[in-house]
């Protein structure tokens, strides 16, 4: 059941002051009624969010507000309803979207109910350009929309953008795909899209990025086609990096060495955890076929520089374009620390998600520099 708020029913009963008496109200002044009332209320929330203390305060207040977005989304949807091809059914529609994206207050039914009802009447509508960006996490009603702009839309941007998002989500999903007939439909459908976006509109800018559907359609069809199934008894991933000095590397280039490849992040801390244990590893490893490289996800190569100046780490690092990396979207890094263990033939020998413990760690890469060591001869 419901809990209604103070502000919520505030907000119900002022409107229904405002329409008392009046049996067919004019709809725009109605809209900027519930406009007012609704940034008057949020205004009252926000000053109190500011003023919370305890995250258990803070937390019900956030949760007010997405209770006023729903009962504000409900009335601005009978406002739509009344005459939904219209601007008017337009600008409640497009009011709640925003409001919605800016209290993260997406999947709530109300608000999925005014998203369907753009999808509907006004996928064609050239201004729905500027509501794409906030329906990416809008859930199936989202996705809906998306769709029904890429392909009714006559606006090119807004239809370039469109297929853009939709290529983006696409290829995040199959990110998360661990079936290899399903990875590589993922992989097809979103290099699709990416494509036609691509094609459609290269010079649209994506959101407040200051990038262009061309750019970063480009750079994502490029990180799919490096995405394979990372999985014990298979090769390796290649990866090209770039270490702490500025120098660009390749996995390969360590080939004839047992590779324990950490990606982690300095604000992780089973991550930081480790790095006593790997300091000794490292030290018990010398002279032998061994390298640890460390790639960080840490979003400033001067964070990681500066951590390692306080917290010495001797081993191999890499830095390239922190979570946005290469080596992360190639090895599919759901989680840190994620670690692989690689033997001197580049064949994924072990892989572990969290600190695996040492022992186990230290067993893994005896053995498989033994066997290096053997192949050497």
Known sequence: ??????????????????????????????????????????KEFKDRLKKATDPGEAKGIQAEIRELVAITAERALAIAKEDPKDDT???????????????????IKEVDSVIELLAEHHAANPKMKEMLVPVMRAGPAGDKLLLAVSEKSTDKETKG?????????????????????????????ATELLEKAAAEAPDAKVGNSGKTVGEMAKKEIAGLKSIVIVAIGKPAPEVESVTLEGK??????????????????????????????????????????????????????????????????????????????????????????????????????????????????????????????????
């Open 248 to 377: 660009k590397v390749k996995l390969s280039d360590y080939k004839g060495k047992v590779v324990l490849l950490d990606i982690w992040a300095t604000w992780c801390p089973p991550c930081r955890k480790m790095i006593p244990h790997e300091r000794d590893l490292v030290k018990s490893m010398k002279d032998k076929p061994f390298v640890l490289i460390s790639a960080s996800a840490d979003d400033k190569k001067e964070t990681l520089e500066k951590f390692i100046e306080k917290e010495p780490m001797p081993w191999v690092h890499w830095w390239d374009e922190g979570a946005e990396s290469p080596v992360l979207k190639a090895y599919r890094v759901r989680a840190f620390p994620s670690l692989f263990l690689i033997d001197h033939s580049g064949i994924v020998r072990e892989k572990w998600v969290g600190d695996p413990g040492s022992e186990k760690i230290d067993k893994a890469v005896e053995d498989l520099v033994k066997e290096a060591v053997k192949a050497k001869g």
């Open 161 to 189: 953008l469109a297929l853009f998002i939709r290529g983006f989500k696409t290829a995040r999903n199959a990110e998360e795909e661990d079936d290899d007939k399903e990875l590589a439909a993922g992989i097809a459908k």
């Open 89 to 107: 059914g337009f600008a409640a529609a497009e009011f709640i979207v925003k409001a919605a994206g800016a209290n993260n207050a997406n999947g």
């Open 1 to 42: 059941m419901r809990l209604l708020c103070a502000a919520a029913v505030s907000l119900a009963l002022g409107l229904f002051v405002s329409y008392a008496g009046d049996d067919k109200p004019n709809r725009p002044a109605k809209l900027t009624a519930l406009k007012k009332k609704y940034d008057d209320e949020l």
